[in-house]
């Protein structure tokens, strides 16, 4: 990994410094040019700069929408209808008008002909702090294992239900699936560039589409057949669970939501980049909208309290008759499988950037042996890695709340509203500088409590769990 110092010592601003990076176009004064890649394997072989705002679309749909929208109706199952729906809008308008900052951050510094292809590296530049920097780094790898650990993991439960629908009676475990959909992982992580994701990502987005119209349609089915579970939205009787249960709840919405790498989706725009990432994020938002709402409204409008971390698994109860037909929830189940296979390799393009930027020659060829062979081997490695660790921790919903407070939020929720005021400085007395300062405090407040109310979940959910659980 490039240190802070490294990369201040590259992002000078002095002229002779600067003279490297930038040329000048006679028509619109000076343009940056990303001769950086040059020397940086990372940037020129992982976040290659090719991509049209389509492509950012897909790429920020897949990031965002996927399986974990499944775990919603449980979201709310600790907040109830009003706080449920009300923290849905707020941090969806959050995120929106965060992800649009961030955007116009970019767009800026680009212009100014200081084109960042990394969040970290923006961060510093903006803040100008060396802590910053390994802050953001630390923050992100953390994120990503996570989100890959919990893919892992979640596909792993996928092949399972299909396993038990067509075979009660098997004995195979869930380790087994999770390593299945390990070995899966390594072939596909062998896909070179974040660009190269752009028809897997489209798919992904036709996918999510998909298994949430089935799931909607297997909650109408499982909320009107003679079998229907009773309707109870009743909340924790204490108050310190209530609580607990909708700081957690908040914290897994934080996850859904976020992304923690819109820096590097924007890089695998081709330049200039201006604009496009708008666009993108309206594509985006517009699923989001669809699916959200549709999994939230059936799912916790049926189930209620008794509903799954795992919508799905609502619909297998362990005694009784299945709440749906079992080809639909096996076609929902196939369908977020897939997509799961997209978003783990959208979420591992920062580790292997990183990994790349000291391993791979960006002298020689893509698929040079030189570095086609630490490619494999590194890659390998990292899935492998994930694969275990979901196999022995198997916790979805509590790693999705996790990962949300202490990852989503200050990445998504804070830095965006701090990086733009640093940039454009708009007057202390603005409306513009006061609501950013609001929503930072805000989220800064709700994230060390949900850090708190999910660690702890985790760890009480851990008492009835072993390793390498069934």
Same mark, same amino acid.
């Given at each position: 990994?490039?240190?802070?110092?490294?990369?201040?010592?590259?992002?000078?601003?002095?002229?002779?410094?600067?003279?490297?990076?930038?040329?000048?176009?006679?028509?619109?004064?000076?343009?940056?040019?990303?001769?950086?890649?040059?020397?940086?394997?990372?940037?020129?072989?992982?976040?290659?700069?090719?991509?049209?705002?389509?492509?950012?679309?897909?790429?920020?749909?897949?990031?965002?929408?996927?399986?974990?929208?499944?775990?919603?109706?449980?979201?709310?199952?600790?907040?109830?209808?009003?706080?449920?729906?009300?923290?849905?809008?707020?941090?969806?308008?959050?995120?929106?008008?965060?992800?649009?900052?961030?955007?116009?951050?970019?767009?800026?510094?680009?212009?100014?002909?200081?084109?960042?292809?990394?969040?970290?590296?923006?961060?510093?530049?903006?803040?100008?702090?060396?802590?910053?920097?390994?802050?953001?780094?630390?923050?992100?790898?953390?994120?990503?294992?996570?989100?890959?650990?919990?893919?892992?993991?979640?596909?792993?439960?996928?092949?399972?239900?299909?396993?038990?629908?067509?075979?009660?009676?098997?004995?195979?475990?869930?380790?087994?699936?999770?390593?299945?959909?390990?070995?899966?992982?390594?072939?596909?992580?062998?896909?070179?560039?974040?660009?190269?994701?752009?028809?897997?990502?489209?798919?992904?987005?036709?996918?999510?589409?998909?298994?949430?119209?089935?799931?909607?349609?297997?909650?109408?089915?499982?909320?009107?057949?003679?079998?229907?579970?009773?309707?109870?939205?009743?909340?924790?009787?204490?108050?310190?669970?209530?609580?607990?249960?909708?700081?957690?709840?908040?914290?897994?919405?934080?996850?859904?939501?976020? %992304?923690?790498? +819109? &820096?590097?989706?924007?890089?695998? /725009? !081709? *330049?200039?980049?201006?604009?496009?990432?708008?666009? @993108? #994020? $309206?594509?985006?938002?517009?699923?989001?909208?669809?699916?959200?709402?549709?999994?939230?409204?059936?799912?916790?409008?049926?189930?209620?309290?008794?509903?799954?971390?795992?919508?799905? %698994?609502?619909? +297998? &109860?362990?005694?009784?008759?299945? /709440? !749906? *037909?079992?080809?639909?929830?096996?076609?929902?189940? @196939? #369908? $977020?499988?897939?997509?799961?296979?997209?978003?783990?390799?959208?979420?591992?393009?920062?580790?292997?950037?990183?990994?790349?930027?000291?391993?791979?020659?960006?002298?020689?060829?893509?698929?040079?042996?030189?570095?086609?062979?630490?490619?494999?081997?590194?890659?390998?490695?990292?899935?492998?890695?994930?694969?275990?660790?979901?196999?022995?921790?198997?916790?979805?919903?509590?790693?999705?709340?996790?990962?949300?407070?202490?990852?989503?939020?200050?990445?998504?929720?804070?830095?965006?509203?701090?990086?733009?005021?640093?940039?454009?400085?708009?007057?202390?007395?603005?409306?513009?500088?006061?609501?950013?300062?609001?929503?930072?405090?805000?989220?800064?407040?709700?994230?060390?409590?949900?850090?708190?109310?999910?660690?702890?979940?985790?760890?009480?959910?851990?008492?009835?769990?072993?390793?390498?659980?069934?």
């Amino acid at each position: 990994m490039e240190s802070y110092e490294d990369y201040n010592i590259r992002t000078s601003p002095h002229p002779l410094l600067m003279s490297r990076v930038m040329a000048v176009n006679p028509e619109n004064g000076v343009v940056p040019v990303d001769t950086s890649c040059k020397e940086d394997a990372g940037a020129a072989f992982v976040l290659e700069s090719k991509g049209e705002w389509y492509h950012a679309g897909y790429h920020l749909t897949t990031a965002i929408v996927g399986p974990t929208v499944l775990a919603l109706p449980f979201a709310f199952r600790g907040m109830g209808w009003i706080l449920g729906f009300f923290s849905l809008f707020v941090m969806g308008a959050v995120t929106f008008y965060a992800y649009y900052l961030m955007s116009l951050v970019l767009d800026f510094c680009e212009k100014s002909g200081r084109r960042h292809i990394r969040f970290r590296e923006l961060a510093s530049d903006v803040l100008g702090s060396g802590w910053i920097f390994y802050f953001v780094v630390s923050i992100q790898m953390a994120i990503n294992i996570a989100v890959s650990v919990g893919c892992i993991l979640l596909a792993g439960s996928c092949l399972q239900i299909i396993y038990r629908l067509i075979t009660p009676t098997g004995s195979m475990k869930l380790y087994q699936f999770i390593a299945m959909v390990t070995v899966v992982m390594i072939l596909l992580s062998q896909l070179p560039t974040f660009h190269s994701l752009r028809h897997i990502n489209l798919g992904s987005l036709i996918l999510c589409l998909g298994f949430s119209f089935l799931t909607t349609a297997a909650c109408i089915y499982a909320g009107t057949s003679e079998n229907a579970p009773p309707r109870d939205y009743s909340l924790a009787k204490s108050s310190s669970s209530k609580l607990f249960n909708a700081f957690t709840s908040i914290s897994i919405i934080a996850a859904i939501f976020g %992304n923690g790498i +819109l &820096p590097e989706i924007q890089a695998t /725009l !081709a *330049p200039p980049a201006t604009g496009k990432m708008v666009k @993108g #994020l $309206v594509l985006c938002y517009l699923v989001i909208i669809v699916t959200f709402c549709s999994v939230s409204i059936s799912g916790y409008l049926v189930f209620g309290n008794k509903s799954s971390p795992n919508i799905l %698994n609502s619909f +297998l &109860p362990p005694q009784g008759p299945a /709440l !749906a *037909p079992k080809w639909l929830v096996g076609l929902t189940v @196939g #369908l $977020v499988l897939l997509q799961l296979f997209a978003i783990t390799l959208v979420y591992s393009q920062v580790t292997y950037e990183i990994m790349e930027k000291k391993s791979a020659d960006v002298k020689q060829g893509l698929f040079s042996r030189r570095n086609l062979i630490p490619r494999i081997i590194l890659r390998s490695v990292y899935m492998i890695l994930c694969g275990f660790f979901a196999a022995m921790l198997p916790f979805f919903a509590d790693i999705s709340a996790v990962v949300g407070a202490v990852g989503f939020i200050p990445l998504d929720f804070i830095l965006p509203m701090l990086l733009y005021n640093m940039t454009f400085k708009p007057s202390r007395s603005s409306f513009m500088y006061r609501f950013n300062n609001i929503i930072m405090i805000v989220f800064t407040c709700v994230g060390l409590l949900g850090a708190f109310s999910s660690i702890r979940q985790l760890v009480l959910d851990a008492k009835t769990f072993k390793f390498f659980s069934e």
